[in-house]
């Protein structure tokens, strides 16, 4: 899930076939004595047929992750307060309107969403990349229970990494947040805040 299936999709066929041609080599060394066909073509023939189910597959892969929609949630301390939610608030019309724009694709785009928008931090932790009025802002968040994506803590990024300091603070919302929800748990409290949302 960190890196995400687009990377998968474009490393996998490297990966897999360094290791596989030898096994390709000997099935159709066998085949070749059985049918008296040329070891070269059979080998070809077999990774045409592999490179097809590999493709295929990954394909299929990649299009589930693309047609779906996540649900974006902010996190929410014991006291319900969200940093993340009250930043936003806090922002001109333009500056909240960006952000938003840049939710709305993360919401759309999932785990592939690429750079310059998003990019992997570590131990699951992401972070949304917004320019704003010449400041870089930075949202953490992680992925949850298949459907769910959490938006823990955000800060203006003054300095060229991102401070180890944010990272653990969004691990401790995750490890919170999972100690006291359980994946029906949350799907109840989503779907309750969307039907209060639409009142």
């Known amino acids: 899930m960190a890196e995400g299936p687009r990377r998968f999709v474009l490393g996998a066929p490297q990966r897999i076939y360094i290791c596989y041609i030898p096994f390709l080599f000997c099935t159709a060394l ?4 059985e049918k ?10 077999f990774l045409s047929q592999e490179i097809m189910t590999l493709a295929s597959t990954s394909y299929m892969a990649y299009y589930c992750c693309m047609s779906r929609s996540w649900k974006v949630i902010y996190y929410e301390d014991r006291n319900q307060t969200s940093e993340v939610f009250q930043f936003i608030q806090s922002q001109k019309c333009s500056s909240k309107a960006k952000i938003l724009s840049w939710l709305d694709l993360l919401e759309e ?3 592939v969403l690429p750079r310059p928008y998003s ?3 570590r131990d699951g932790i992401h972070e949304l990349r ?10 953490l968040y992680f992925f949850c229970y298949k459907d769910f994506i959490v938006l823990t803590n955000c800060f203006f990024k003054n300095v060229k990494r991102v401070p180890e300091k944010e990272i653990s603070k969004a691990i401790a919302c995750r490890s919170d947040l999972l100690s006291r ?6 799907m109840e409290a989503y779907d309750e805040n969307v039907k209060t949302s639409d009142k």
């Open 119 to 121: 990019d992997l931090l």
């Open 130 to 139: 917004i320019k704003l009025s010449a400041r870089q802002v930075r949202i």
């Open 36 to 45: 008296e066909q040329d070891v070269r073509s059979l080998v070809l023939e």
């Open 109 to 111: 785009k999932g785990p």
């Open 181 to 186: 929800y359980t994946e029906k748990d949350l």
């Open 30 to 33: 066998l085949h070749s004595r």
